[in-house]
């Protein structure tokens, strides 16, 4: 596939998918925090007036969970008295099996194929899609807490169609926005509004930017939207998690499952893998792939494409993969420190992934996303 129109979508931190990712994921951050060498598995449902909450650990809850949950919605732009704040229900049950062997398991106790990707051209090293997405939504975000767009809800998406030309990215067909409002203006005014604090904002020095030709369409909502008109639930925003729908991907959630989760932490290694290929230089594009079976603890495949641009030939790639990078299932987690990482940033890191992507955000600093000591070592 050469020349194509790509879509890809991103939400904004009121959207109740990414609501509840990032609740489950604050439940494994205060899980983390404490130190605890136990794991924890949380996911989350949100509907009309109710927000669902099913914990399992091998250890005690260490904060009021319910209280987390309300506090995760009121910064997220729902504080309580705005008819937003929910009921919370809670399950909480201790999990033997996620004890203190937890963090020392070696084995995958589930079946995944990972998929990671990395593209030159990119700061990030991320498709132009989702990267343009994603910087809309936080743009949006941002206005509205900062006051520039006042009418704009918490709850909104951004989708963009870009079209490539030898799998490059030549034009910004059209972006679209839906979002919640109250008292918005016309809508010719909103569009102009949108456009100038945050599309164009968010999209200005990347390789491609609106331009006359570019669609702006906007779907408002009734009302606010948010939890009170739809419903929203852990891990359903998985290709807004990845690379869109640029790739292949793998179907299980990334958020509220604790290091030990190889469908979590295979998505990570697959990422770092594929960004050392592009940082040695020894490509274009790659996609990684990384497959465990039940009870293996190195992966059956580690295998890489380049889509026809790599230096060498993708079977000599892969074998170098496998020959420099330690992808066992205890060893991902130890070299990244990924259980220590809420403790050591002040009890907050997984529940920021929640919001904009796991992948190519380097603002946050994640280790996947650090890949010099491995590209020297493909080189």
Known sequence: MRNF??????????????????????????????????????????????????????????????????????????????????????????????????????????????????????????????????????????????????????????????????????????????????????????????????????????????????RVILFPAHGRAGPQAHSGLTGRKSADDAYGAFIRRSGPALSGKDPSRIDRIAAYAARQAARAVIAAGLAEECEAQLSYIVGDEAPATVEVDTYGSGRAGDETLSRRLREVCDFRVGAIAERMGLWALPGARGGRFYRDLARYGHMGRDDLAPPWEDVGDLAARLA
């Open 5 to 214: 129109v790509m879509t890809s979508e991103s939400v904004t931190e009121g959207h109740p998918d990414k609501l509840c990712d990032q609740i489950s994921d604050a439940v494994v951050d205060a899980y983390l925090a404490t130190g605890v060498q136990a794991g924890v598995n949380a996911e989350c449902a949100i509907a009309t007036g109710v927000t669902f909450l099913s914990v399992r650990a091998g250890a005690e809850a260490p904060v009021d969970l319910a209280a987390l949950t309300r506090r995760v919605m009121a910064e997220a732009g729902y504080p309580s008295g705005t008819g937003d704040a929910p009921t919370v229900m809670l399950d909480l049950a201790r999990a033997p099996e996620l004890g203190t062997a937890a963090r020392a398991r070696a084995h995958a106790r589930h079946m995944v194929s990972a998929f990671g990707y990395a593209c030159a051209g990119s700061p990030t090293a991320m498709p132009y899609p989702i990267e343009a997405a994603h910087r809309i939504a936080a743009a949006l975000d941002a206005a509205r807490r900062a006051g520039r767009l006042p009418w704009l809800a918490p709850d909104a998406q951004a989708q963009v169609a870009v079209t490539f030309r030898e799998r490059r990215a030549v034009a910004l067909g059209a972006v679209a926005l839906s979002f919640g409002h109250e008292d918005m203006p016309g809508e010719e005014a909103a569009r102009a509004e949108l456009m100038r604090e945050a599309v164009r904002p968010a999209l200005a020095g990347l390789a491609v930017e609106p331009d006359a030709a570019t």
